[in-house]
Structure formats: structure tokens, C-alpha cells
């Protein structure tokens, strides 16, 4: 299993710029969130799924906006990109969101807004 | 607002057993305990968790106090390869997990 991948590792963008920070996982899991991680900072929660079609926001959602329209899928679109979303984001899956199951990161994706 | 509180930093030496402790006041009865690790440029990594038991794994141990205000991830024989930002993030409803700035390890050789 290639576990969670994220594309792209980095990205630069301008203000205003928008683009979509791509996850996928083959686990089959239900689960998957986004987090952004600011330096010095732990991470806090952007948008979370708990399965196909149906999302919800968390802690900062926003200026981010989330679909779901597969499992394995879950792509986090920046609509208009401002430099307080300079950070590196990190994807996360878990088999369910049963508080017990521990959630698998991705390796992240180091954004930075100009 | 919950929370946890870590020490922002902690060091010790290869081979030596490290203790690292949190508190979570305002746990509730069924919230679970979760600790990850995050090595340098990486994605956090699933540690352990339990919610009233001490817990064993491979990869550590976690002793809970009883009022289950504080806990301690114990890693039995520290290695340079644990050297890492530990979180233990206090959870906001199913998985939506609310991480503070962590406590950074330091392995001495």
C-alpha cells in the first residue's frame, strides 16, 4: 500500500491564485481530514469526511473549500490564495472516525503564498 | 476552551528511558487519550492511545492516571531515532483532533 500520498511536495503561488492540493489513500478508509501546520505551531483541522459525499468544516475552513466524491480521493481547492495560507497542509486518513482508530498523514504539501 | 499542556521541550540520552507527560484537565469521560510523534519534515505518525487502561505497543507505552487528567508516553530505550516533536491532542468530537505545539525530544548520543 502507497498509504496517503499528496501531490504537489511544494508550490509557490501568487496572491489571488487559486489551485487544489491533491490527496488520495488506498486503505479503503472512511475517514480522511486536512490540516495545516504553521511554523513553530501544531496542526489545526481544515475540512474533515467521513466517507463519499458528505463533508464538513473544522477548526479553519475558511478560503478552502473540500469535495469527496470517492473513497480514495479528497482534494482541498484554495479559491483565492492569501499569504496568511502560506503553510505546509497535511492529509490524513483513518479506517473510520471511531475516536479508537489512529489516522494515517500524508507527507504534506509546503504552500507558499507571495 | 480544552486543552492539553505539554513542556515545550525535553531531552535525554540514547539507551535511557524517556518519560514524556501531558496534561489534559478537561478531558472528558470518553474522550480517548492519543499521542502522535512528527519526525523532522514528515507528516505526524500514530504513536499510541487508550482511555482508562495503561496501554503497551511496539513502539511505546502509555500509563493514564486515574482521574485521567494527565498521562505519560514512555519510550522504554530512547534511540537518536526518536528524536521528534510529540503530540498529545485532545479530541473534538469522532477524530477531529486538536493538536498543541508539542513537546521537541532531544536524543543525545
Known amino acids: 500500500n502507497a498509504g496517503v500520498t499528496q501531490t504537489p511536495k511544494f508550490q509557490v503561488l501568487k496572491t489571488g491564485q487559486s489551485m487544489t492540493l491533491q490527496c488520495a489513500q488506498d486503505m479503503n478508509h472512511e475517514y480522511m481530514s486536512w490540516y495545516r501546520q504553521d511554523p513553530g505551531m501544531g496542526l489545526r483541522l481544515i475540512h474533515y469526511s467521513v466517507g463519499a459525499g458528505i463533508t464538513d468544516q473544522g477548526e479553519v475552513p475558511n478560503g478552502y473549500n473540500v469535495s469527496r466524491s470517492t473513497t480514495e480521493d479528497f482534494p482541498l481547492r484554495l479559491l483565492s490564495a492569501a499569504p496568511s495560507q502560506t503553510s505546509v497542509y497535511f492529509c490524513?486518513?483513518?479506517?473510520?472516525?471511531?475516536?479508537?482508530?489512529?489516522?494515517?498523514f500524508g507527507p504534506g504539501t509546503r504552500l507558499t503564498v507571495l | 476552551d480544552a486543552k492539553t499542556t505539554q513542556p515545550n521541550s525535553m531531552e535525554s540520552n540514547e539507551e535511557e528511558p524517556v518519560h514524556l507527560p501531558c496534561n489534559h484537565s478537561?478531558?472528558?469521560?470518553?474522550?480517548?487519550i492519543h499521542w502522535y510523534r512528527q519526525l523532522p519534515s514528515q507528516g505526524p505518525e500514530y504513536v499510541i492511545h487508550g482511555l482508562t487502561s495503561n496501554v503497551n505497543n511496539r513502539m511505546a507505552s502509555l500509563a493514564i492516571a486515574e482521574d485521567r487528567k494527565s498521562s505519560t508516553l514512555i519510550l522504554h530505550r530512547a534511540t537518536l531515532r526518536d528524536a521528534a516533536v510529540y503530540y498529545c491532542?485532545?479530541?473534538?468530537?469522532?477524530?477531529?483532533?486538536?493538536f498543541g505545539q508539542g513537546t521537541r525530544l532531544t536524543i543525545n548520543p
Open positions: 478537561t478531558i472528558s469521560g470518553t474522550d480517548y
Open positions: 491532542p485532545y479530541e473534538r468530537g469522532a477524530q477531529k483532533l486538536v
Open positions: 490524513a486518513s483513518s479506517y473510520s472516525n471511531g475516536p479508537w482508530d489512529e489516522q494515517f
